[in-house]
Structures are given as structure tokens and as C-alpha cells.
């Protein structure tokens, strides 16, 4: 079966997911739909000194703190099992077909530096390039393409993994990768996940030197507020959500579960400036017109709208301007996953497209929690604070990202 | 759906032998030509350094200079002169761009001043005193510097590239399959021109402390790849390529000049659980690319790193091949990760363009023929293989 283009239709055929909500698929969005919330303060290492102490971690198993790298690993390899275990595609170690890794950059973090620094008996680079050998296990532990090594060495996924990272769309990238793979007929099915574990005490304060970060953490359940007149930025958090992709033919063929489709992809970079978007919102409107287009869609024909909504002023400003110059004076409902789960960051865009099939297989839009006091600028019905029931056939989830990276998906139900 | 031809139509190249794709040829073309080193900066690493760039001309506005350190401002100047090159500034608004990509330049400083305090407290101690040191030590601007994506970001805001940008990471592999899956788009007709590339600065000791560790750094003077006793050893080199790709259509209709096609390009990551498996992976690929060599002189642009293990799976492929000429541009450039294997295609562009090969590189390089078709290896230091197949404009 072909789309309008004439590509193969690509099926989602496995999800798995983690957050700070909770380990697995079904706990995180009977969470999500009763409008709780994963934030809390920081306890992984101290906080003093921050301007913010609260995000939504996802606890290390008890031992030593994980690095970034191997923590991001961890959630993936959970979203991985959770996805395959649904789509019964393959045998343990052998997956036939390629992984597409979103993830954060990584650097070596201070933990690894002091113990050089020890090591050395000083702390300037000569001296601890000069100790940093093979058995620090360094290289291997930060390499870019370690983790996706290692996913793929544990899963047997095929060919060379793609490591991928366009800041907070990457998670969507991951996904538009993998449909391209199987849209060019270069495998029937592959692993498209996006994984996010750095909430480390670097990454918390170069985000909050961007005054990127909420500072509401006094309360850290209501500090995440998109849409909300009081919004004052994103709460950090880490999760991972993987999604089992298939050409659709094969995917019936071996009598597989359709969850739902992705049934287009579309994006445009930005080139106003490094954080934030052209006021003129041409490249968000760009990305999400080009993935109606992808999809065959007209505006009117999207249920839903999965927002990037990560409770920036910016952002979430103009993302109301994109939705009301695609979708004109009756847009269709949009909520935000992040007023719960936080930023995911790398995470972010797989996750939402996760919770977006989700809601089409049941039906149901997750709330945007922390709605207190409308915003008179953001004229959006947001599903407030609960839960509802709506006929949803069609929805668009969106990942806009600093550097000026958009991504927009749009994911639908099995054709009937 | 018809499988389109790409080509190549633009090439922005620096090395250590210079800036731009003339200077590069003509240092590479010269008999008598040697590396350019730096064993100072770095000391006791010998390194391949980044000719000083008249950014002005690339990036014009101080305040974007400002907003990159060396890495990110290295590799926005060379994808300008890859646009200047192709005559595509005028295509930017709906070109396609991926980046190939490791972590910009750290505050070395600030990094030893932070280690130095705090190495030796206990951790309850350090902690704090960690958060308020970053806090208050960090620069905003060097956050976005140090962001992988946003080298693509500032060729975005620069180069007014934005018909999609995405940033591949994982070290060598990551600049083979961003070639691979740019061309791919393109032939299956996602858009019909695009920017890939990456870019490499060896002189910082913020990236030897991550190389190190890896065990594969050359330790000792200079010495071509072949003349490194085992197990060998990498020498860094800085360095950066763009390409533009185009649809041959494309090309054609607007009245490019093509400088080579870009036949196909094929990667795998071999586990290297033992001896043979980087040499399978390659013979699998060359399977794939083989039906697609044009008649005629097969040369080589070798990928070898200098790593020993690597080399020795690279040369038993090589002995199956047949080829008529090898050159190993790391012998002369160094090894520079993530742009590497750009360089290296950028390479082979320039030798089926001219008719020619550059002048041997290595004691071991071989062979003098005007190519009809250049295969160029790529072999991760530690995982990834891959190749990519060119051949002339007219074939």
C-alpha cells in the first residue's frame, strides 16, 4: 500500500517509553491521563548555588551516579525491550533492520575530570591527557557513537546505527529518519528512539545561563506551565521512547498489531538566530505546512495537535502563531505532554510521537496540566488540566529546537 | 520510484595545507610536498593545524564570529565555500543541509582552574562548590559554541541554509552517513540540492583527553602511516569539507558544472570482535557499489587512520580490490574524525575533475593514472567502515 507519493506506508508497530512518570508504556500514559506530574527537586547531587533545583529525573539503579552517556543508554535499551516486546519483531539479538539514535551530546563530566585530576596530582589538560588511558575507559564511555554502538551490539540491529541530534527536535528526527529508510526501501522495518539522561549539574546551569529554565521550585509539580499566563521556561527531565517502525505491507503481512501510522514528516531550519525563532514564524509555519503536505493532509483534516508547548514564553507565543496561520480561527485542540514529563530534550520529540499514537488508539487527549490563567495572547484550547474524549484520526505532534531546528510529524490511525 | 543522479557541484575544503580547494590541490599535487605540523600547542602530540582563515569573507558579521569558537567558525567558512563554489548562494532558502559533527571547543581555563580547587575535596565539599564555579565561570556564548548542532545552526543563520538541517554524530561514522543518507534523499527525490560536510580541530586538549584514552594516538614524531610501527597511531589533523550535492537534473537545468558523481556510498559497523571482521564488512560493501564503477583506472583515497588494527583490515580488502593507484591523505593531513571522510570524497572529486591523482602521499602510496573512478574508504578508529564510489562528470 502506497501514500500519495507513492512510497510505502509506514506502520508503528511496538512503543516503549520511560519518564519520570514511571518505567513502561501503559503506566506513563495512565499517568499522563490523569494529568500527573514527574517533577521534582534535584536529589542526584546538590543543588546549592542553582537558580534551578528541579526537573524530572529518572532514578539511576542503586550504585554510583551514572554518567550522562550510560544513563541515556539505560532508558534507551528500556524503550528498545518495551517496543520489540510489542511488536514481537525478530529474536532476542537479532532485529532485522537499522537503529536511528536521538541524542544529547555528550562531554566527559566532572566526576571523570576530578578522578584524572587525582590521578595526575594536577589539574591542568597536559597533565591529565597525560593519565587518561585506554583503562579510565573514557573514550569508549563519551565516544558520540558509543551508545548507539552498544544498542546495537545489544538489540542486532543492522548496518552502521545513525547517532543523531537536532537539539529538541531530535527525537522527531529520529523517527523522520527511520520512516525515510523504509519509505526508500532501504529496510522493512527499523528502531527510531530518542533518549535524554543529562540532568547533571553542567547541563542544568548552561540552561539556566539561557534563561531557558523555570524558576518556580518551590513547587516543582506546577513549575512546568505551558500555555499558562505565568509560564517562565522549561523544566529539565529525561525519559526515552522508542518506536518499532515497519513498511506497513510487511508489517500485515506478518499478521503484526498496527498501532497507527507516520504518515508524514516535515521541517524547516530557522536562520534568525541561535535560541530563538524569526518573529515572522516562517520556519515553524514552514515545517508544519511541509508535513501536511508529506502527509497528504489538509489543516483541517488534524485532530490534534501533540505542542512542542515546553512553557517558554517564546516558544510557546509562537507556537500559537503557527498553529493560528496554519489552522486558522478554529484550530484544533493542542496540549502539552511537558506540563508533566518536563522537557525531554533529546527525548522529547520520540516521546510525544509515542503519546500521540496513544491517543489515537484510545481516543483519548492527554490534559496540559498547571492551566491556571489563560494567557489573553495564546487563544489556543489547550486541554486544560484534564483529560478528554475526542474522535482522532489524524494528529500532528511538533519539535521545534534551538539552533533553529523544526520538525513536525504527523501520525494517524490505521487506515480502515 | 527512479533512482536520480547525484553529483557534486561544490567543494569548500581546508587542511593544514591551506584554505581552499586550489591550495589544497596544489600542495597535494607537489612531489616534494610535507605536512604542516604544529608540535607546540599540544606538546609532546604533533598535530596537523588549521591554516589562519579570512572569516570575514564567510562570515561577514563580527557578531556571528563571536558567537563561535575555532570548530563551529571552521566549519561555517568552509560550507561558504562550498556554496560560493557551486554558485548556490541564490538555492540556500530550499537547500537540505546535514552536518557531521563532534562537541565544540570547552573553557580550557576555567576547566583547570575548577579542577585544581576542587579535585582533591570530598565530594559533599565539591558539589556545591562545583554549581556556584559554573554558575558564575561559564560564558552563556560558549554553550551554544560548544553545541553540536549548532554549527548547522550558525551555517543556517550564516549561510541562510534552511531547507532542513540535521547534525550526525558519532565520530568518523557520522560524516560517512551523512554523505550516505544527504545523496540517498536527494536520488529518491527529497529535494533536489544539498549541504553536507563536518569540520576538525586537532590542536585542543579538551578533545585529547577524550582521543587519549582511546589508545590509538600516535606518541612520537612525525611519520607517514605507513612508517608508524605497530601498532601504529593516529596524528590528528585539522580540517574541513562541504559538498554540494545536486540531482544531475538539477545540475544540468540550472548549468552547473559537475565535478564528479557521486556513484554510490555504502556503510556498515562491524563489531571487531575479531581479526577479519572490518575486512568482511568492506568486501561487503564493495558488493553493493562494485555494479556501479564506471569503465576504466579505479583509484583509492585511503580512509586509514594510522591506527594499526584498522589499517591492517583495510589493507587485506585493498589486496582483493585490484585498484591502480592508492593515495592516504593522512599521511600529509592527519586524521580529522568527523570530517575526514568529506575531505577524503572532496579529494577524489578534485583528482576525476583534473585527471589526476595528487602526487604520492605515503612510501606506500601506488600507482599514477588519471582515474576513472576513485573509491574512498573510511575506517573508524574504532568502529565503522564505509565507502563511497565517484566517478568523472562526463561518464
Same mark, same amino acid.
Not at chain 2, 573553557?107 to 585544581?116: H, P, V
Not at chain 2, 600516535?218 to 559538498?243: K, N, T, Y
Given at each position: ?416 | ?173 557520522? !560524516? @560517512? %552517513? *551523512?554523505? /550516505?543518507?544527504? +545523496?540517498? #534523499? =536527494?536520488?529518491? $527525490? ?5 549541504? &553536507? ?124 580490490? !585490484? @585498484? %591502480? *593507484?592508492? /593515495?592516504?591523505? +593522512?599521511? #600529509? =593531513?592527519?586524521? $580529522? ?5 568529506? &575531505? ?52
Amino acid at each position: 500500500m502506497k501514500d500519495h507519493r507513492g512510497r510505502p506506508l509506514v506502520a508503528v508497530t511496538g512503543i516503549g517509553t520511560v519518564t519520570s512518570l514511571g518505567w513502561g508504556r501503559e503506566e506513563n500514559w495512565a499517568k499522563l491521563c490523569a494529568g500527573q506530574s514527574g517533577i521534582t527537586r534535584i536529589t542526584r547531587f546538590p543543588t546549592e548555588h542553582l537558580r534551578t533545583t528541579i526537573a524530572g529525573t529518572v532514578a539511576d539503579a542503586p550504585g554510583p551516579v551514572l554518567a550522562s552517556p550510560a544513563r541515556t543508554e539505560r532508558l534507551a535499551s528500556f524503550a528498545i525491550e518495551e517496543a520489540l516486546a510489542e511488536a514481537r519483531l525478530g529474536t532476542p539479538g537479532h532485529f532485522p533492520g537499522p537503529l536511528f539514535l536521538g541524542m544529547p551530546p555528550v562531554d566527559i563530566e566532572w566526576p571523570a575530570r576530578f578522578e584524572l585530576a587525582r590521578r595526575a596530582h594536577a589539574a591542568s589538560y597536559p597533565a591529565m591527557v597525560a593519565v587518561a588511558t585506554p583503562e579510565t575507559g573514557i573514550f569508549e564511555t563519551y565516544a558520540f557513537g558509543g551508545v548507539g554502538e552498544r544498542l546495537a551490539e545489544c538489540f542486532g540491529t543492522r548496518g552502521a546505527p545513525i547517532t543523531l541530534t537536532t537539539a529538541c527536535a531530535t527525537g522527531a528526527t529520529a523517527i523522520q529518519l527511520g520512516v525515510e529508510a523504509i519509505q526508500r526501501g532501504e529496510c522493512e522495518a527499523c528502531i527510531a528512539t530518542g533518549a535524554e539522561g543529562s540532568v547533571q549539574p553542567e547541563a542544568v546551569v548552561r540552561f539556566s545561563l539561557l534563561s531557558a529554565l523555570s524558576t518556580r521550585n518551590d513547587d516543582p509539580a506546577r513549575a512546568s506551565r505551558p500555555f499558562e499566563k505565568s509560564r517562565d521556561g522549561f523544566v529539565m527531565a529525561e525519559g526515552a521512547a522508542a518506536l518499532v517502525l515497519e513498511n506497513y505491507e510487511s508489517a500485515r503481512a506478518r499478521g503484526a498489531k498496527i498501532i497507527g501510522l507516520v504518515l508524514g514528516a516535515g521541517e524547516r531550519a530557522d536562520n534568525f538566530h541561535r535560541t530563538r525563532s524569526n518573529p515572522n514564524g516562517q520556519a515553524i509555519l514552514g515545517a508544519m505546512r511541509n508535513a501536511l503536505a508529506d502527509a497528504g493532509l489538509q489543516p483541517g483534516q488534524i485532530d490534534y495537535v501533540n505542542g512542542h508547548g515546553t512553557g517558554t514564553p517564546e516558544n510557546d507565543r509562537m507556537e500559537t502563531f503557527g498553529m493560528r496561520a496554519v489552522f486558522g480561527e478554529t484550530p484544533p485542540p493542542i496540549s502539552s505532554n511537558k506540563s508533566m514529563i518536563g522537557h525531554t530534550l533529546s527525548a522529547a520529540g520520540a516521546l510525544e510521537a509515542a503519546f500521540s499514537l496513544l491517543t489515537i488508539r484510545d481516543q483519548m487527549l492527554p490534559p496540559t496540566i498547571n492551566y491556571d490563567e489563560p494567557d489573553p495572547n495564546i487563544p489556543l484550547d489547550v486541554v486544560p488540566n484534564v483529560k478528554r474524549a475526542a474522535k482522532v484520526a489524524h494528529v500532528m505532534s511538533n519539535s521545534f529546537g534551538f539552533g533553529g531546528q523544526n520538525v513536525c510529524l504527523v501520525l494517524a490511525a490505521e487506515p480502515s | 520510484m527512479t533512482r536520480q543522479s547525484i553529483v557534486i557541484t561544490g567543494i569548500g575544503l581546508v587542511t593544514s595545507l591551506g584554505d581552499g580547494a586550489e591550495a589544497n590541490w596544489a600542495a597535494l599535487s607537489d612531489p616534494a610536498g610535507a605536512p604542516v605540523l604544529d608540535d607546540t600547542t599540544c606538546a609532546p602530540f604533533v598535530l596537523h593545524p588549521v591554516p589562519p582563515l579570512p572569516l570575514d569573507a564567510q562570515i561577514p558579521r563580527k557578531g556571528d564570529q563571536r558567537q563561535m569558537e575555532p570548530w563551529q567558525r571552521l566549519g561555517t567558512y568552509a560550507a561558504g565555500l562550498a556554496l560560493d563554489d557551486a554558485g548556490a548562494r541564490d538555492l540556500v532558502a530550499d537547500m537540505h543541509l546535514i552536518v557531521a559533527a563532534g562537541g565544540g571547543e570547552r573553557d580550557i581555563a576555567l576547566d583547570e582552574a575548577i579542577a585544581g580547587e576542587l579535585a582533591g575535596l570530598p565530594p559533599e565539599v565539591s558539589g556545591p562548590l562545583l554549581n556556584e564555579r559554573l554558575a558564575n565561570g561559564l560564558r552563556p556564548t560558549l554553550f551554544l559554541a560548544q553545541l553540536s548542532n549548532l554549527m548547522a545552526g550558525n551555517i543556517s543563520i550564516v549561510h541562510g541554509v534552511t531547507g532542513s538541517s540535521r547534525t550526525f554524530m558519532g565520530e568518523e561514522q557520522a !560524516g @560517512a %552517513d *551523512a554523505l /550516505r543518507i544527504a +545523496a540517498a #534523499r =536527494l536520488a529518491e $527525490g527529497s529535494g533536489s540540492i544539498a549541504l &553536507v560536510g563536518g569540520a576538525f580541530i586537532a590542536t585542543r586538549w579538551d578533545l585529547l583527553v577524550f582521543y587519549g584514552p582511546g589508545g590509538r594516538l600516535w606518541q612520537g614524531g612525525w611519520a607517514p602511516v605507513s612508517g608508524r610501527a605497530d601498532p601504529g597511531g593516529i596524528m590528528l589533523g585539522g580540517m574541513a569539507a562541504f559538498l554540494v550535492l545536486e540531482t544531475e537534473a538539477h545540475a544540468r537545468a540550472r548549468g552547473a558544472p559537475v565535478l564528479a558523481r557521486l556513484d554510490g556510498v555504502a556503510t556498515d559497523a562491524a563489531r571487531r570482535s575479531a581479526p577479519g571482521q572490518s575486512q568482511a564488512a568492506l568486501a561487503g560493501l564493495w558488493q553493493r557499489l562494485a555494479p556501479m564503477r564506471a569503465a576504466g583506472p579505479l583509484a583509492v583515497i585511503s580512509g586509514a587512520t594510522g591506527d594499526g588494527a584498522a589499517l591492517a583490515e583495510e589493507g587485506g580488502f585493498l589486496a582483493t580490490l !585490484g @585498484a %591502480d *593507484a592508492i /593515495r592516504t591523505p +593522512a599521511s #600529509r =593531513l592527519g586524521h $580529522g574524525v568527523e570530517a575526514g571522510f568529506c &575531505v577524503h570524497v572532496a579529494l577524489a572529486a578534485l583528482a576525476l575533475q583534473r585527471g589526476a591523482l595528487p602526487a604520492p602521499l605515503d612510501p606506500a602510496d601506488t600507482g599514477v593514472v588519471a582515474p576513472a573512478a576513485v573509491l574512498v574508504t573510511g575506517m573508524g578508529q574504532w568502529r565503522g567502515e564505509s565507502l563511497a564510489l565517484l566517478s568523472g562528470a562526463s561518464a
